[in-house]
């Protein structure tokens, strides 16, 4: 009896932690895994059929290069395209923080001023509908070729996103939760760091995850105009020359600077609010379920 006591002891601690683990536990490191797993095999797939098309099909080069031809492209074209990628990201990033800078304490005063808003909104939703390739020449014509330019543009094309979705999410919050406040003796600056800034920012990363991959399209486009360095600039040139490996190689490169971007946003986004909903429901399709 003492030995099968013994035994069972032994076992309960060199596979209790492994048989008590919940199901959801053990297949959450797999769950994430797959995911990723999944993602890369379709885009290798994708890759390879590329390949295989553009050869078995003898197309052209300046028709559709392959992958290989695109990746020797980005390689002897390396030092170009870096200094290329440098300046737009600082567009991206200049007009972007911008945008969040201005855009954010303008909703604060369009919800908190019904007269301002009255004013002001109607002029902005009118800024919103003129497409912003038409006012890229008109800001080169005053500010010229260099990064205000296309700063501007970026900054354009970030604003309302964000401007609507922090809107949405101050009005959001719940009333009863402000009037428990005021209650409590809270003024309105109280009822704003406790009630209305919580409800919002979920909505305010909602607008600046949209913002941030619409900043690439806005720098690009104000390089389309006017510029003599960038991404935009080699696009239009590469296009010109009909080069299409670097075509492809910059459009690469533009795509992975876009991903990169918003998952940082992400990342920050997780870092601000990990209690909400979204984050939770986020973790639990990662993870998977702990039952």
């Not at 399709?285 to 702990?290: D, K, L, Q």
Request: glycine share 8%; hydrophobic share 55%; net charge positive.
């Amino acid at each position: 009896m003492t030995q099968t006591a013994t035994a069972a002891t032994s076992l309960a601690v060199d596979g209790g932690s492994a048989a008590s683990r919940p199901p959801g536990a053990r297949r959450s490191l797999f769950a994430r895994h797959s995911r990723w797993i999944i993602t890369l095999f379709v885009g290798v797939l994708v890759l390879v059929v590329w390949q295989l098309v553009a050869v078995l099909f003898d197309l052209p080069t300046y028709v559709l290069p392959t992958p290989v031809d695109a990746a020797e492209a980005l390689w002897a074209n390396r030092q170009e395209l870096w200094a290329a990628t440098l300046v737009t990201t600082g567009e991206v990033l200049a007009g972007f923080s911008i945008a969040v800078v201005v855009s954010i304490p303008v909703a604060m005063l369009l919800v908190s001023f019904r007269w301002f808003e009255t004013v002001v909104y109607p002029f902005l939703v009118l800024l919103q509908t003129v497409p912003k390739i038409a006012l890229a020449p008109l800001f080169v014509v005053w500010f010229g070729f260099g990064f205000l330019p296309k700063v501007l543009v970026t900054f354009l094309i970030c604003f309302f996103p964000i401007l609507l979705d922090t809107m949405t999410g101050l009005r959001s919050s719940n009333p009863d939760m402000a009037s428990l406040v005021r209650s409590m003796g809270g003024g309105k600056w109280s009822i704003f760091r406790k009630v209305q800034l919580p409800a919002a920012l979920p909505h305010v990363f909602a607008g600046v995850k949209v913002a941030i991959t619409l900043a690439v399209v806005g720098a690009v486009v104000g390089e389309f105009v006017g510029a003599t360095q960038g991404l935009g600039y080699l696009l239009l040139r590469a296009n010109a020359n009909l080069d299409t490996p670097v075509l492809f190689a910059a459009i690469a490169i533009l795509t992975v600077l876009g991903l990169v971007l918003y998952y940082a946003v992400s990342l920050v986004e997780r870092l601000v609010i990990p209690w909400h909903v979204s984050q939770r429901a986020e973790g639990a399709t990662t993870t998977g379920p702990a039952v």
